[in-house]
Each structure stands twice: as structure tokens, then as C-alpha cells.
């Protein structure tokens, strides 16, 4: 089974690729944070989450790869793991590689049925996604897993002023249908996951960084900017 529209929307997300960095930077200018800053901290809390239950993945899946930043971050968070990472745009994964040449980038449809991972890491992806097409996008990720893997959901919270705003300043973010965290439990049900937590991150932009320490206090509450959905394929 090819994964939700790898096929028919990859080429839409192309004409994007060439103002990517772009059209980024211009969205996230108005959290006075650059890409990296959001990047890093998602990856941070997320190895703070495993660490509590015990995971250590051995093979890594970034789903929605893009230009591979956030392949490159997995890998040095991780240093034993194995990490690929796959996109449905191949001018973005033709930059990926050429900015990391030492990691494994390839078509989201060209990615064997075989390979299993123990951890799969996604930021900003299902609100790209049609509707009618994430549930099936959310079992393509189940049976990407091994068994007792875990999946990391992230997108922006649509009860955040911030985050609505910034997407309306990203081009290839306007049209995008936000997902509800409960939604996206939902999803992560249907497809067979257990629900391990949702966290909220980036409450403070950098006008206020001094309050930042607090935000491990308050993931709990759907403030942030973003949020976490974390999800473990049954061992059995």
C-alpha cells in the first residue's frame, strides 16, 4: 500500500522546494526563533519522552523529511540508530542529500514494505494530508513499526493564536487543514496505537525566553505552539 498521496500530491509540494528556507524563515520570524530553534527543541523533548519510558530506537523513520534538517538532528540525537528519511518532493530530497551526504534520503513510495523502525518521527505532516486519506496514512506508519515501536506526532496546536499565525505566513501553509490533538488520537487509535501522552511545547516566543524553563510545567496544558501525540505499536 503506497502511503496516503504520495503519488498524486508529491509533485504539488515540489513547486515549493526552490523557497523553502524562504518562506520559513518568514513564517517563524514572528517567534523571534529560527527553524533550528523549533528543530532542536522538538527533538530534545522527544528524547526526554523516551528516556522516561525506556526506548532506545535502533532504526529511525522520518517521515516528511524535507530538506533532511531534521534527519540530521535524529541521527546526532541518536548516535547508534540507523535514520532515513523520506519525502514525497524529490527536489527537496535531491537538496537533502546534497546537504547531508552521509545519510539515506529516498521516496516515500520507493521505501520497502520489509523495513521496519523502531521509532517514527513526523512534524507538520498530516495537515497536508486530505482528510479522507490520514487514517490510511496512519496505518502505512503502523505497519512501517516493529512491533513495540513508537511513533512521534507533531503539529501546530490550532488553539494557539501563534500557530494559526505563522501559517498564514508560510505559502505552502495557507491552505493546510490544522489537526485537532484529538483528532490526531483518534487517528492513532484507529490505526492500532496505544496513546502514550500529548504534550504542548513552545509557549514562549523570544521576547519572553526568560519563562522558558517553565514550559516543562505546563506541557500538559494545550497551550504551546505545537504538539506532541506520542503512540507504541503493541509489542503483541
Not at 488520537?185 to 525566553?209: H, M, N, S
Request: charge should be positive.
Amino acid at each position: 500500500m503506497l502511503p496516503f498521496f504520495a503519488v498524486s500530491h508529491g509533485s504539488g509540494f515540489d513547486r515549493y522546494a526552490s523557497s523553502y528556507d524562504e518562506d520559513l524563515a518568514r513564517g517563524l520570524s514572528a517567534s523571534g526563533e529560527d527553524r533550528a530553534f523549533f528543530a532542536r527543541g522538538r527533538i530534545e523533548w522527544l528524547k526526554r519522552r523516551l528516556d522516561a519510558i525506556g526506548l532506545r530506537p535502533g532504526a529511525i523513520l522520518d517521515f516528511g523529511c524535507g530538506d533532511g534538517e531534521t534527519t540530521a538532528l535524529l541521527r546526532d540525537s541518536f548516535a547508534s540508530a540507523g535514520v532515513i528519511g523520506v519525502d514525497v518532493s524529490e527536489p527537496l530530497l535531491e537538496r537533502a542529500r546534497r546537504v547531508n551526504p552521509g545519510l539515506r534520503f529516498q521516496s516515500v513510495t520507493a521505501l520497502s514494505a520489509q523495513e521496519q523502525f523502531e521509532l517514527a518521527f513526523l512534524n507538520g505532516v498530516f495537515h497536508h494530508i486530505p482528510r479522507a486519506e490520514q487514517a490510511a496514512s496512519a496505518r502505512y506508519l503502523y505497519e512501517r513499526l516493529s512491533p513495540g515501536g513508537t511513533l512521534a506526532f507533531w503539529d501546530n496546536n490550532p488553539w494557539s493564536p501563534a500557530a494559526r499565525y505563522v501559517m498564514s505566513r508560510i505559502v505552502f501553509d495557507r491552505e493546510a487543514e490544522m489537526v485537532w490533538p484529538r483528532r490526531a488520537r483518534g487517528l492513532l487509535r484507529g490505526a492500532g496505537f496505544e496513546i502514550l501522552g500529548t504534550d504542548f511545547l513552545f509557549v514562549f516566543p523570544r521576547l519572553l525566553r526568560a519563562l522558558r524553563p517553565l514550559e516543562p510545567f505546563l506541557a500538559r496544558l494545550p497551550i504551546g505552539a505545537q504538539y506532541l501525540v506520542l503512540g507504541r505499536k503493541p509489542s503483541r
